[in-house]
């Protein structure tokens, strides 16, 4: 190595590929291209790589495209050595119009929009509790798609099949209609057609019946990992397990790389994106950002109105008389649900009391369940199942308790 090497600073760049990354480096003075190279997608190429980028000299970052997918291993190669690593887009289609496209001009590319400052973001750090609930997420998901695949197969196939065979399973449940499909043996006298259409049905009716299984065990171990990551996320008003957890696979392991909350705001695509002209002032909708986080907050904003969260309703109807259509004030609404996320996970509150303690709190004043119900204004069967742990609920369960320690301060 060259001792002008050594007073040298560079930024690489990389084009990631499932086999082969393509590296490129460039002078960060001079934004002189000093080379560019393929490595193998293996721990030696990653090694192989990271020892070609500080041959050229200091390294101040490295951009890479694909992060979340090819990339990932080769983040958590140079994150952990110790290098900046900056999540790249993939250039535009004018630009590489203009410029041409091959792997080591997208790798130029790369380095390049480090350099200009375009490629900012930190990547996920993926190598914690959110990135094993994601991957579950993944088993889940899949499976409960596949389920509905089968189900649907089903309904075809007997709507389809001989007159016998859907005889049988007319006028009856779909459960009904799996058990006795599992149940069922082949019989002699059938035709092939007969025959084959209950082989079928039979084989359906075990694929949904090991994908039940699946899901069960997907959907218990996913919902006591994210209790445990994230339990001040679960406690929000109208925030389920699974919208908590794709909330948190949004954000990662590494919150701190969103600066703050609009940050989450605008991957999650409810920041509003101003569009004024002339003398009219408006914004639009956004429709960048991770889509199924867009989703999870609709999902919560939807939760609160059916469940009568007082602010909710109260926003709304305000919003209603200021002329707001209900549509832009759902897109409000998930805004500021994003705010309420990002500091329940950045700064999380203590979890709220359990159902058991709610209940021994209760038993200890001598106040009953019906009386408790009638003093918060739910039905007594919501307090029942709170306290069995049916229901999770952090905001109903800070409520309870907090009315009985009310209740207990002005007894004594």
């Given amino acids: 190595m060259t001792t002008a090497s050594h007073a040298r600073n560079v930024t690489g760049g990389v084009d990631t590929h499932s086999r082969v990354h393509v590296a490129a480096v460039i002078d960060s003075t001079t934004q002189q291209l000093l080379g560019t190279a393929s490595f193998p997608v293996s721990a030696a190429g990653y090694q192989a790589l990271h020892s070609w980028l500080e041959e050229h000299g200091a390294v101040d970052a490295v951009g890479i495209e694909g992060t979340g997918t090819y990339g990932a291993g080769l983040t958590r190669r140079l994150s952990a050595a ?34 200009a400052g375009r490629a900012t973001g930190l990547p996920k750090s993926r190598d914690g509790h959110v990135e094993a609930i994601r991957m579950l997420r993944l088993v889940y998901r899949t499976a409960v798609a596949d389920r509905t695949q089968a189900i649907n197969q089903i309904h075809a196939l007997i709507s389809t099949a001989p007159e016998q065979v859907r005889e049988e399973l007319a006028g009856i449940t779909i459960q009904r209609q799996l058990q006795r499909v599992r149940s069922s043996r082949e019989r002699s006298r059938e035709d092939l057609v007969q025959r084959v259409a209950r082989q079928a049905l039979r084989e359906l009716a075990s694929r949904v019946h090991h994908l039940d299984e699946q899901i069960e065990r997907m959907d218990r171990d996913l919902t006591d990992l994210t209790e445990q990551v994230a339990p001040s996320v679960i406690d929000l008003a109208g925030v389920g397990f699974h919208t908590a957890a794709q909330l948190l696979v949004t954000i990662g392991d590494n919150p701190n790389r969103l600066v703050n909350e609009a940050a989450f705001a605008r991957l999650c695509g409810v920041a509003p994106v101003p569009a004024s002209s002339g003398n009219r002032t408006r914004h639009r909708l956004d429709r960048a950002g991770d889509r199924d986080a867009n989703h999870a907050l609709w999902r919560v904003v939807m939760a609160r109105i059916a469940h009568g969260d007082p602010r909710t309703l109260d926003y709304l109807a305000r919003r209603t008389r200021e002329g707001l259509s209900k549509q832009e004030i759902i897109r409000c609404l998930k805004r500021y649900v994003a705010r309420e996320v990002y500091r329940a996970i950045t700064t999380p509150r203590p979890p709220a009391p359990t159902g058991q303690q709610i209940r021994q709190l209760r038993m200890q004043i001598g106040v009953t369940q019906l009386d408790l119900a009638e003093t918060i204004g739910l039905p007594n069967t919501t307090i029942s199942r709170l306290e069995r742990g049916q229901l999770r609920r952090g905001d109903l369960q800070r409520r309870c308790y907090d009315a009985l320690a009310q209740h207990r301060a002005a007894s004594a």
């Fill in 82 to 115: 110790g290098l900046a690593v900056r999540e790249v887009n993939r250039p535009d289609r004018a630009a590489r119009r203009m410029h041409g496209k091959s792997d080591p001009l997208d790798a130029e590319a790369a380095a390049r929009a480090v350099i």
